[in-house]
């Protein structure tokens, strides 16, 4: 018995595994099935806890108190 029919067989069946592989690989990389329910209601209450602290820190007094003092000093500047 030669070794080169056994060896063929051995690397063209890891080849064909390894294309098979990545060609699974591929598939869950690519696919894109949209969100769940979950996914959805976990991304709704992430953006609005995020626009919550995005009001809280624009409507606050240091925001408003610098960006006044900037208008001020752009308004009094000598030209």
């Known amino acids: 018995m030669s070794i080169e029919p056994l060896t063929s067989r051995v690397v063209g069946?890891?080849?064909t595994a390894h294309l098979r592989l990545r060609a699974r690989m591929w598939r869950v990389?690519?696919?894109d099935d949209g969100?769940?329910?979950a996914e959805y209601a976990i991304g709704t209450i992430a953006a609005a806890a995020?626009?919550?602290?995005?009001?809280g820190?624009?409507?606050?007094?240091s925001?408003?108190?610098a960006l006044t003092?900037?208008?001020?000093r752009a308004l009094n500047t000598a030209v």
Do not use: E, P
Request: aromatic residues 8%.
């Open 13 to 15: 069946g890891l080849a």
């Open 29 to 31: 990389v690519v696919a």
């Open 35 to 37: 969100m769940s329910t």
């Open 50 to 55: 995020f626009g919550a602290v995005l009001y």
């Open 57 to 61: 820190v624009v409507t606050g007094d």
């Open 63 to 65: 925001i408003v108190n």
């Open 69 to 72: 003092k900037i208008i001020d």
